[in-house]
Each structure stands twice: as structure tokens, then as C-alpha cells.
């Protein structure tokens, strides 16, 4: 990740002369789509966030990972847009320290952001195999320890980039780029990167998956078997209602797992044919078409969570229905507050009868 974002910035203007088409197009295409992204993403996150804390959501462990991602994620997004300000021609970055600081912010954000979404799978893993002890397993304490100790690490990990960074002044932008006293640092720096935000995050994620897909098939195949006696089919159709959440649950961080896997996929696999082919062979071919392609992939990710919470949980649905209507009073909700107090008046009045 640092060693490919200082590369094309600095390539920039070789690039722009050998590829003056694709290269304007794919840059207006990037602005705007990252514009847009920073926006949408920005509003979806802190809707999550409210929809999260303010509702009864707010009772389950794994949304204590899911409000500081989507933080994390809109901090990213800042991140982009002031790095982005640079193309309208307002140089954030020239003040002091502040390209550091975005570039730290950067990768502190990806970093939470992959182990974040180890931890949910694994959250979600243990419920779906030991569903008798999660609520001894996974509780709120626990989660704010994990919360604390990935944050801490993260911050830790990468304060060395507040010295492979300089700023480097162009025409009329300035921009960041790689300190080359300290290329040998900065190439550790992005292979354990590498290692850490994607190689481990992926294996244990695609691991898990498949393992808690596989087991809730199990589960959906095995049901039937005890439904043919009328006392086994009275007793499964009991517990029906709290079997619900844990389900629903279930698919909505299975989809954020997912789409982790999904949109970080191109841009690390192509980072990792950069880095082999060297930066002389890679401008020779079509990678700067694909990196930026990937690149747009890539920021998607910090952008989709909200929209997969609302496609892919009722929960959630049911939970920003019901948060949308304790601020706009809708007659729906009125509906539902004065119902209970019709019925009690007219007991009451029945009752002095």
C-alpha cells in the first residue's frame, strides 16, 4: 500500500505523457467516483453508527466491532478527501506534519478495518458452533478489550511512517512522497503490511466462512429430521422467534466478510505483481490501467458496509425503520405508542363496571 501510493504519485507524470487518453479519463473517473464514495460513505457510516447505538441493536457485542469500523472506515474516507483536495488545488498537505498524519491515519484505518472483520467472523463462528456459550464467550467487556488492543497496535505499528514521509512540491499541488534514505525501512514496513492487513485477515476469514456456511447448511438440512413427530415439532417451533436474531445476524456480517474478501482481492493481488515485476516492467504494460481500476475497488470497500447491513439484515432494516420514525414522528409510530393506551383506558373503564 505505501510503496504503491508513492509510486504512482511520483509516476504520475511519465505516466500522463506515454498514456494522455486513458490517463485523463481514468483520473476525471477516479475523482469523481472517490467524491462520490467520500460523500455516500461518510452519510451511510454514521447513519450505521446511530442505527447501532441509538436502537435495539445496541444490546448485541458484535456491534461494538461494526460502530468502530464504520468510524474507522469514515476517518479513511477524510483521509482520501484531503489527499484528494490536492487535484482542486488546495494543498492541505503542505502544512506541517500533516502529510504524515494522513498517511499514519490511512493505515491505521486499513488495518482496523481487516481485523475488525476477523473478529466479527470469528464473533460469528463461535455463536454458530458453540451457541450455548456465546453469551459467555462474546460479551460487551471482552469486545471493548479486543476494540482497545487492536487500536493500540495499530497506532504502534505504524509510527515509523512519520519518517519515511516528505513533502515533495510540485507545479501547483504538493504532494507526499517516500523519503528514499529510508527506502530499506519503508519496504519491511510494506511487506509486513501486506502480510497483516491481507495475507492472514483473508485465510482466516475465508476459513472461517466456510466453515460457518457449511455448518449452518448442516443445520438447515438436519431441522426437517426433527419435525416428523408432533412433540419434536412443537418443541422446535417454541424457540422459532429467538432463532431469528442469531440467523439474521448470521447473514448480515457473513455479507460484510464477503465483500472484505471481494474488493480487496484485486488491489493486493495486482500490488503483489507490481512489486515482482518491478516499477521498469510495470510501466511497460497495462497495470496502471488495473491499479487504478482496483484502486477504486478497493476504496469501495470502506464505503459498502451500510448498504450490505440494509440489503442483507432485516434487523438492521427494522432497526433504521424504527430510528427514522423516532425522528420524523411518522403516523405509524403514533399508531403503535397510543394503541396500548386505547386498550388500557378501556379496561379500566370496563373494569370500574
Known amino acids: ?11 504520475d507524470s511519465n505516466e500522463t505523457d506515454r498514456y494522455p487518453r486513458w490517463e485523463h479519463v481514468v483520473h476525471e473517473i477516479e475523482v469523481c467516483y472517490s467524491l462520490t464514495l467520500i460523500v455516500l460513505g461518510g452519510i451511510g457510516n454514521v447513519i450505521a453508527v446511530l442505527v447501532f447505538l441509538t ?15 464504520a ?34 491515519v490511512t493505515y491505521v484505518c486499513n488495518f482496523l478495518n481487516a481485523w475488525l472483520v476477523v473478529v466479527l467472523t470469528v464473533g460469528r463462528f463461535i455463536s454458530v458452533r458453540h451457541p450455548l ?3 459467555e464467550m462474546c460479551t460487551a467487556a471482552r469486545a471493548k478489550v479486543v476494540l482497545v488492543s487492536l487500536t493500540t497496535v495499530a497506532l504502534i505499528v505504524y509510527v515509523p511512517i512519520f519518517w519515511l514521509t516528505r513533502i515533495e512540491m510540485g507545479e501547483n499541488t504538493a504532494m507526499c512522497s517516500l523519503n528514499p534514505e529510508f527506502m530499506r525501512l519503508a519496504t519491511i514496513i510494506n511487506h509486513v503490511d501486506f502480510v497483516f492487513t491481507f495475507i492472514l485477515p483473508v485465510l482466516v476469514i475465508a476459513t472461517l466462512n466456510a466453515s460457518i456456511i457449511f455448518m449452518v447448511w ?17 418443541i422446535l417451533r417454541r424457540p422459532v422467534r429467538s432463532l ?7 447473514k448480515r456480517l457473513l455479507a460484510v466478510s464477503s465483500a472484505f474478501l471481494c474488493l480487496n482481492l ?14 521498469e516492467s510495470t510501466s511497460e504494460t497495462n497495470l496502471p490501467v488495473l491499479q487504478h481500476s482496483a484502486n477504486l475497488v478497493f476504496i469501495t470497500n470502506f464505503r459498502i458496509n451500510p448498504l450490505l447491513h440494509c ?8 432497526a433504521l425503520c424504527s430510528l427514522c420514525c423516532s425522528y420524523t414522528l411518522c403516523p405509524g409510530s403514533r399508531r403503535s405508542s397510543e394503541g396500548p393506551q386505547l386498550s388500557a383506558s378501556y379496561l379500566l373503564v370496563h373494569s370500574s363496571k
Open 1 to 11: 500500500m505505501f510503496e504503491n501510493s508513492y509510486k504512482t504519485v511520483i509516476s
Open 218 to 234: 448442516q443445520s438447515a438440512r438436519m431441522r426437517p429430521v426433527f419435525t416428523h413427530t408432533p412433540h419434536s415439532a412443537e
Open 244 to 250: 431469528r436474531s442469531p440467523i439474521r445476524v448470521t
Open 133 to 135: 456459550r456465546r453469551t
Open 311 to 318: 440489503v442483507s439484515g432485516q434487523d438492521f432494516r427494522e
Open 55 to 69: 436502537t435495539k441493536l445496541n444490546k448485541l457485542p458484535s456491534n461494538f466491532y461494526l460502530v468502530v469500523l
Open 266 to 279: 484485486p488491489f493486493y493481488v495486482l500490488r503483489a505483481m507490481m512489486y515482482l515485476q518491478g516499477s
Open 71 to 104: 468510524l474507522s472506515d469514515t476517518t479513511f474516507l477524510i483521509a482520501l478527501f484531503m489527499t484528494g483536495l490536492n487535484t482542486f488545488g488546495v494543498p492541505l498537505l503542505k502544512i506541517s506534519g500533516l502529510c504524515a498524519i494522513d498517511i499514519h
